[in-house]
């Protein structure tokens, strides 16, 4: 995974980037009817159940619109909410916090949606032993905040994009000619390069997996959309020579299935791709 420095830079970019988007040259709206140095306070409403997540992310935006805005937590991030509940209240200038009000609630309420789904997976692996990773399919420009979600609701990251690892799916596959030629290249290139990236290779069959375990350095093996059945079979074939993950389709009625089946990792797109936003509202307090 990327370093935490790197993370953070990348969330600075996606608060830099949206207020640009959002207030352009200024929250006309509030400028014209609402004093400079008019103080307000306004408190973040749960309209929903679920797992809160985004109020850190809420602290980072608050300061960087206005340094001078103070947050009061009440509900910490990875914490479950129901309906009335008052997760923080932010005190500072009124046009400060309706300047940062859209992308807190816009985070918050993506985040939440990602967490609560994660840790849906995570309770329906429970006892397993099985992990649920998220993916690459995340929304362009926030990965950094969909990803930040996985791990509130008590996922486990994936790489974070294409850099931090390596990943030989079926095309790059047969872009190369095979399985062998493709880890063979792999391992020569981050040689030549000077790179330490674990390696991950994908099987569409029991056979393909065979060719797989007679390379070494392949730090997981990615099983993809097998059935229950030829899982079993993979996971008795790899044993103890790497990692085993499961990917394809896999939901809420086949995770725990595949998780019995005994492989390490379920990667699962749908925590950041099918999701519906908790419900928040950020609501002015006389």
Not at 93 to 115: D, F, G, H, P
Not at 165 to 175: Q, S, V, Y
Not at 217 to 232: H, K, P
Request: net charge negative; proline share 1%.
């Amino acid at each position: 995974m990327i370093s935490e420095t790197q993370f953070q830079k990348e969330l600075e970019l996606i608060i830099s980037n949206a207020i640009r988007e959002d207030v352009g040259d200024g929250d006309h709206s509030s400028l014209a009817c609402i004093p400079a140095d008019a103080i307000g306070k306004a408190k973040l409403l749960v309209k929903d159940e679920g797992i809160i997540a985004g109020v850190e992310f809420a602290k980072m935006v608050f300061a960087y619109v206005d340094a001078e805005m103070k947050v009061e937590t009440l509900i910490e991030d990875g914490s479950k909410v129901q309906y009335g509940d008052i997760v923080f209240y932010v005190t500072g200038r009124s046009q400060s916090i309706l300047k940062a009000e859209r992308l807190v609630l816009n985070a918050m309420q993506r985040m939440s949606a990602i967490a609560t789904k994660t840790n849906k997976f995570v309770q329906l692996l429970e006892g397993t032993g099985t992990k649920i990773l998220d993916t690459r399919k995340t929304t362009p420009g926030i990965r950094a905040l969909e990803k930040w979600a996985v791990k509130i609701g008590g996922g486990v990251n994936h790489r974070f994009a294409l850099y931090d690892m390596i990943m030989l799916k079926d095309n790059h596959i047969d872009f190369c000619g095979g399985i062998t030629p493709a880890i063979t290249q792999t391992k020569n290139y981050l040689k030549e390069q000077n790179l330490d990236l674990k390696i991950i290779v994908e099987a569409r069959d029991l056979e393909e997996i065979k060719e797989i375990l007679q390379n070494e350095g392949v730090y997981r093996i990615l099983i993809d959309n097998f059935n229950y059945e030829d899982t079993r079979k993979a996971v008795k074939m790899i044993g103890d020579k790497c990692l085993t993950e499961s990917s394809g389709g896999i939901n809420e009625n086949t995770i725990r299935e595949y998780a019995l089946c005994g492989v390490n990792y379920i990667s699962s797109g749908a925590l950041t791709h099918s999701v519906y936003n908790l419900d928040l509202s950020l609501k002015a307090v006389d």
